[in-house]
């Protein structure tokens, strides 16, 4: 799905909580010709019966988008914990009260041509209801794409730089105008790498395998959730290998990861069917721990969420900031 953003919605841009409307960068702003940005995804669960919204590991979010913004040499200068106290005032403003995607942003903002970066930097943070991306209680349709994935040579794929997701794009487009739900890329080496933004994971043998970070793919969060699930719930071994292309032809599982998808199960690849073509046992169980994970419903998970209205607690990693530095 895409969403679209209503011009009164509250953002927080130019160290300001303004409406969308009024947010507005010209058109000679380096990123937009370059693709010099980096961006993050974050999302947020409502859970109707406890009338309260969780953000999943802000924290880790803003540290990787911290860590991912150094290499453009761009500068966010608060903390993930500040950083986490701007996302909860930030929904709190638009009362949200529905599942919600957040999208930080931070960008070389120097309105001129040349395309070596300076260091005029900015950043802004938007929230926006958002259903699913895909539909994951269907299982989804998927073709290996023609489009390989970057490498971390040319551009780091760890790094959810705004130019790269044009590699994403090209992948999604062709497999969607494929009669696919969405793509799947092999890297420069021709093993599996990820989805067009989200990770992939197969069951074979009783272990579950994933691609390893090195294998370009971005480090994903979701990702690292559903490996401690599946180690810690389900009592399964989890390996960081190569895959195959074949070996997705042959797995007992297959599903992708992400902030945007959760946990979204493949019952298809390239029109062949996944084992019987139905949702897998392993798959299943995982969607409905990260669907409860997330929701605040597993105690021993509650330490990845951070509650929005509340009284806005924090967890343990965080602290408030002071609110002279949060800007009205
Ligand atoms: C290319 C790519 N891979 C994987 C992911 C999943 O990462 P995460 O679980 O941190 O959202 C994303 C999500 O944004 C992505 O864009």
Redesign the pocket.
Known sequence: MQADGNPNMIVYFGGKYIPLGEARVGILTHALHYGTGVFE?IRAHWDEAQQEMFVMRPVE?FE?WKQNCSFLRIVVPPSPQELTEITLELIRRNDFRTNVYVRPLGYKSAERVGVCFDDQDAFSLIAMPFGNYLPTDRGLRAGVSSWRRIDDNAIP?RG?ICGA?VN?ALASDEARRSGFDDAIFLNENGHVA??????IFMVRKRKLITPSVTEN???????DAVMELAQRELGLEVVERPIDRSELYVCDELFF????VGVAPVVEVDHRQVKDGAIGAVTSKLQQKYFDATRGHLQAYQKWLAPVYLGGKMNDQMQKIPAELVAR
């Open positions: 995804g979010h990787r794929a959810k997701y994403s990820e989805g067009a933004a989200c990770n793919v971005l480090e994903g969060i979701t990702r990861t992400g902030t945007a």
